[in-house]
């Protein structure tokens, strides 16, 4: 009867332990890299047996103390805890790098979390990355408290990568842009559109900008400071998309010095933009005034670029018709191949 009972006991222990191996050949299993880089862990992972993942590769810095049990230099048996779930990894780490194999537990007390906030089948991928971004209760808590409350998985996780933390958005809120999107907000977050920034516009006049125009004022370097050398040269209040041109065109303050001082003070912005696209450069415009045209209008400048009017062609002109032509006679005659 004893030897019987023991016999079930053991028959039972062993199916028990092979419905769990079931189980875990159902979780995210994969392989993994690490390097040691500037006094972080560099991790490298991808997945396999997973048809439905396609070619998942998955790339970040670490801190060692991101993970419980992990040695540089030791058989690698640590694991990465987080809300959303646990990955546990084997393989073996020397001094400066390491590799080995993963598999991925999700909580389940997580999902049932998630599923109550209405984020609606909830899979083990999502999971996967959530545990990888260390999404807390705490911050989607905070989220929905700021009105983020239908914001998708992937903005989620983008939030996360892209440092969109509870203080940023505060912030950004605090600016006057409470009904940002999550959209902007990660392009805020990339491109360092920052309160500072927004702060420091404000106080040179630009205090309603649009979101995509501060993102496109921080793309471009439309920076205070730049904002600021152009006041001082008399270019106040530009419109913001004018400003923009400024800097992909290249309008520097240099540029605008330097014209001012061949008498050029009073140029528009629209102007200046078109010099610097049909590169009236301040050397050409004073190569043209030392045979006589000190005061060509910035139009005919353009126009002479426009053309390939050059120094040379001037002085050839002017001698074969024997006077100083105008500005749009020499424009003609370029144009009719003389």
């Known amino acids: ?46 997945i396999i047996q997973k048809r439905e993942f396609g070619d998942w590769q998955f790339s970040r810095n670490f801190q060692k103390s991101d993970f419980e049990g992990f ?54 991928k999502d999971m996967l990355m959530l545990c990888l971004s260390n999404i807390t209760r705490k911050y989607i808590d905070a989220l929905f408290a700021l ?27 605090a600016q006057g842009y409470r009904d940002i999107t999550p959209s902007k907000l990660i392009s805020f977050s990339i ?25 496109s004022f921080s793309i471009h370097d439309v920076t205070s400071e730049y904002v600021k050398e152009l006041n001082s040269l008399g270019y106040k209040n530009i419109d913001p998309s004018s ?28 102007k200046l933009i078109s010099f610097a ?16 045209y000190k005061d060509i209008a910035p139009s005919d400048l353009i126009s002479f670029r426009i053309h390939d009017v050059d120094r040379k062609f001037i002085e050839s002109m002017n001698e074969k018709w024997e006077k100083k032509l105008t500005p749009s006679k020499i424009i003609s005659l370029k144009i009719h191949e003389y």
């Open 1 to 46: 009867m004893r030897k019987s009972v023991w016999c079930a006991a053991i028959l039972f222990g062993f199916l028990c332990l092979v419905s769990n191996a079931v189980i875990s050949q159902d979780n995210i299993q994969g392989k993994w890299e690490a390097k040691k880089m500037d006094g972080k862990v560099q991790f490298h992972m991808r």
């Open 71 to 124: 040695e540089w230099g030791k058989m690698a048996s640590f694991r990465l805890v987080r809300e959303a779930g646990t990955l546990v990894f084997d393989g073996e780490l020397s001094e400066e790098s390491g590799s080995g194999s993963f598999i991925f537990h999700p909580n389940s007390e997580f999902g049932d979390f998630l599923e109550g906030k209405g984020f609606d089948e909830v899979e083990e």
């Open 147 to 173: 009105g983020y409350s239908d914001i998708s998985f992937s903005k989620l996780i983008s939030f996360v990568i892209h440092d969109v933390s509870i203080d940023f958005i505060k912030g950004i809120h």
């Open 191 to 215: 491109h360092d559109v920052t309160v500072d920034f927004i702060q420091e516009l404000n106080s040179l006049g630009y205090d309603d900008l649009a979101p995509s125009k501060l993102i």
């Open 243 to 270: 400003l923009i041109s400024f800097r992909i065109h290249d309008v520097e303050p240099g540029f605008v010095r330097g014209l001012r001082e061949l008498g050029y003070e009073d140029i528009s912005s629209s």
């Open 277 to 292: 696209i049909h590169d009236v450069t301040v050397d050409f415009v004073k190569d043209v005034q030392s045979i006589g």
